[in-house]
C-alpha cells in the first residue's frame, strides 16, 4: 500500500517532468495573389523637324496641342514655332497631314515658321480658290489652291502657308471655318492684304511651289493595322485602322465640307461619320451633331448632304 510519503515524492517528480509541446498550429491560409494590372503599352513615336534635325522620340501626349508641345521640348524650341505635322514625309504634303490618328509606326515630321510675307489680292470673284484646313492649336493654313482661280495667279501664295492676318487684322487662334467664312465675307473688288507664313524648307526645297525632290530624309514606313486616335477632350485611344466604308464615308464628307464651307478636316468628318453610327434618321443625326459640333451650325441641307454621302459609302462598301 503506497504511503503519504511515497505519493508525495511522485507528485513533486510530476511537476518536474517538462511539458508537453503544444501541437504545431495551422499555417494561415495563403490569400490568393492578385493578378498584376495589364501595364499598358508605351507608345513612342519618331519625329524630326521637316527641315532637317537629328531623330527625336515623343511619348506621353493626348491631343494635338500636347504633341506639338512634347515635339517642341524634344527639339528646344517653343510649341507655337509649328505650324502642322506630316507623317512618312518631310514634304508639305497635304495627303499625309497628321489629323486625329496617327499609326503606331508612324514617324512625325513638324513643319516650323519660315519667312513672313504680305500679297495683296483683289477679290474679282465670289471665290478665291483656297481651301482651308488648321493644325488644331491655332493655326489655319492653305491646304489646296484650286487651277485658274484668283489666289492660284498669285504665285507668292503656296499651299502649307499659314494665314497670320487678314487686313492686318490677326487671325491666329481662329479655327478654319472661321477664317474661310472672313474670306467668303470680304468685299468683291477691293484690295485686301494677306500675312501669311510659309514652312522652313530645306535648302533643296526652296522655291519649289508644286514639284516634287528627293530628300535623304524621307521615311519609309509601314504603317501597322492599330492607330493613336488623338481627342481634344478626354484621352488619347488606340483604335484599329478606319474600316472601308469609314474611310469612304470620311472621304466623301470630307468633300462635303469643302465645297460647303472651304475647309478640308479629315478628323472632323470622321467625327461626323462616327455620329452617323448611333443614329438611325437624319433628324436624330443632327440633333446628335447639334450636341457635339453645334459651334460650326451646319445648315440643314448640308446635313441632308452629308447623311446621304455616308449612306451612299455604306452601299458602296457591302
Not at 515524492?9 to 491560409?29: D, K, N, T
Not at 490569400?31 to 527625336?56: C, D, E, I, K, N
Not at 508644286?210 to 493595322?225: I, N
Not at 492599330?226 to 484599329?240: C, K, P
Request: aromatic share 6%; charged share 25%.
Amino acid at each position: 500500500m503506497e504511503t503519504t510519503a511515497a505519493r508525495e515524492a511522485r507528485g513533486a517528480e510530476a511537476q518536474r517532468l517538462p511539458a508537453p509541446p503544444p501541437s504545431p498550429a495551422e499555417p494561415p491560409a495563403a490569400s490568393p495573389t492578385p493578378a498584376a494590372p495589364r501595364a499598358r503599352p508605351r507608345l513612342v513615336f519618331r519625329t524630326q523637324l521637316a527641315h532637317g534635325s537629328p531623330t527625336g522620340k515623343i511619348e506621353g501626349f493626348t491631343n494635338v496641342r500636347e504633341l506639338y508641345a512634347k515635339i517642341a521640348e524634344a527639339f528646344g524650341i517653343a510649341p507655337t514655332e509649328i505650324l502642322f505635322c506630316t507623317l512618312n514625309s518631310h514634304k508639305v504634303d497635304m495627303q499625309k497631314l497628321l489629323g486625329g490618328q496617327i499609326g503606331l509606326e508612324d514617324f512625325i515630321f513638324a513643319h516650323v515658321r519660315g519667312e513672313t510675307k504680305e500679297v495683296e489680292v483683289t477679290k474679282t470673284e465670289d471665290a478665291l480658290g483656297l481651301t482651308i484646313t488648321d493644325n488644331g492649336a491655332g493655326y489655319a493654313f492653305i491646304k489646296r489652291i484650286k487651277e485658274g482661280s484668283i489666289i492660284n495667279r498669285i504665285e507668292a501664295v503656296c499651299v502649307g502657308d499659314s494665314i497670320e492676318a487678314i487686313n492686318d487684322h490677326s487671325i491666329v487662334g481662329c479655327r478654319h471655318y472661321e477664317v474661310a467664312k472672313m474670306l467668303r465675307e470680304l468685299p468683291k473688288s477691293q484690295p485686301f492684304t494677306l500675312r501669311l507664313v510659309q514652312p522652313k524648307r530645306a535648302f533643296d526645297m526652296i522655291g519649289q511651289r508644286s514639284r516634287g525632290s528627293k530628300y535623304p530624309m524621307e521615311a519609309k514606313v509601314s504603317s501597322g493595322r492599330e492607330t493613336l486616335r488623338l481627342r481634344s477632350g478626354g484621352a488619347a485611344t488606340v483604335e484599329e485602322v478606319p474600316s472601308e466604308f469609314e474611310e469612304e464615308a470620311s472621304r466623301r464628307v470630307d468633300d462635303l465640307l469643302e465645297s460647303y464651307m472651304g475647309i478640308r478636316d479629315p478628323e472632323l468628318a470622321s467625327t461626323m461619320v462616327e455620329t452617323s453610327k448611333k443614329t438611325v434618321s437624319v433628324q436624330e443625326f443632327a440633333r446628335h451633331l447639334d450636341s457635339v459640333l453645334g459651334e460650326f451650325a451646319f445648315p440643314d441641307e448640308f446635313v441632308v448632304e452629308v447623311w446621304a454621302a455616308i449612306g451612299e459609302a455604306r452601299e458602296a462598301c457591302g
